[in-house]
């Protein structure tokens, strides 16, 4: 089955974590190629003046708390109209399971990796319904295809976004809706400083999501390490498993 093509040219896109780090880089690989109007969320809309100042009225920027059901409600009440979704919002909260850690950390990640992108994909699904050709990009992890004990909890939550666009998939499989998963290593932001990998840099993560969304690609592999380890993950996922395994 063709999946759908998405053509970036005046399209109206939300993103979730929009202030920095791959968000933010999306937000100007899209722009680069045409997106009209950026609905930009972020926990801190002060966080946004510098896209603002370089985009102008391309960008509206949206205080949002993913894990806030009245802030997600009243982000989505500012939607007039809508293309695309990138839940790109998370957190990287370190622990592993045989750790006092375990429950506070695996609470903090749900709540923001998976409870926050259902609840705003959920806020958000009837704008995108109105237009015919459409997309939702998940921002998972290679983590989610295989747990890092060093981040066990971190890996659970991404695991779970890996389900729900699967889910997502499937519920949408009769529509025009590209529905992505994105799975990248190790990246240069703020959130992943104290990890000592080497790490890819989030617009290079960023123009592999929009190729992707204007090729019609369902699972991206956006950076060095992830396009290595995912022709792994296809032919053989327990060799997958076994190689974070020592990520200890």
């Given at each position: 089955?063709?999946?759908?093509?998405?053509?970036?040219?005046?399209?109206?896109?939300?993103?979730?974590?929009?202030?920095?780090?791959?968000?933010?880089?999306?937000?100007?690989?899209?722009?680069?190629?045409?997106?009209?109007?950026?609905?930009?969320?972020?926990?801190?809309?002060?966080?946004?003046?510098t896209l603002q100042a370089k985009y102008g009225t391309i960008i509206v920027p949206i205080q949002l708390d993913v894990t806030d059901i009245a802030s997600i409600q009243a982000a989505a009440a500012q939607v007039e109209d809508l293309d695309i979704l990138v839940n790109n919002a998370g957190v990287f909260s370190i622990g592993k399971i045989f750790s006092k850690e375990a429950n506070a950390s695996l609470e903090e990640n749900l709540n923001v990796n998976v409870w926050g992108l259902i609840n705003l994909s959920n806020a958000l699904i009837e704008k995108l319904r109105k237009n015919s050709t459409t997309a939702i990009v998940n921002i998972s992890s290679l983590a989610g295809l295989g747990n890092m004990p060093m981040c066990a909890t971190y890996s659970v939550s991404k695991a779970a976004v890996h389900s729900i666009t699967q889910g997502m998939r499937g519920e949408l499989a009769n529509t025009n809706t590209l529905t992505m998963g994105v799975y990248p290593g190790p990246i240069d932001t703020d959130m992943a400083a104290d990890l000592q990998m080497d790490k890819d840099i989030p617009e290079n993560v960023a123009k592999d999501i929009v190729n992707g969304l204007i090729e019609g690609i369902e699972d991206v592999y956006p950076d060095a390490m992830s396009k290595e380890a995912s022709s792994v993950y296809i032919t053989n996922p327990k060799a997958i498993e076994q190689n974070f395994g020592t990520f200890a």
């Open positions: 089955m063709e999946t759908t093509k998405i053509n970036i040219e005046g399209k109206t896109v939300f993103i979730s974590g929009a202030n920095r780090g791959i968000g933010k880089a999306i937000v100007e690989e899209l722009i680069s190629k045409g997106a009209r109007k950026i609905y930009a969320g972020a926990r801190n809309t002060e966080s946004l003046k």
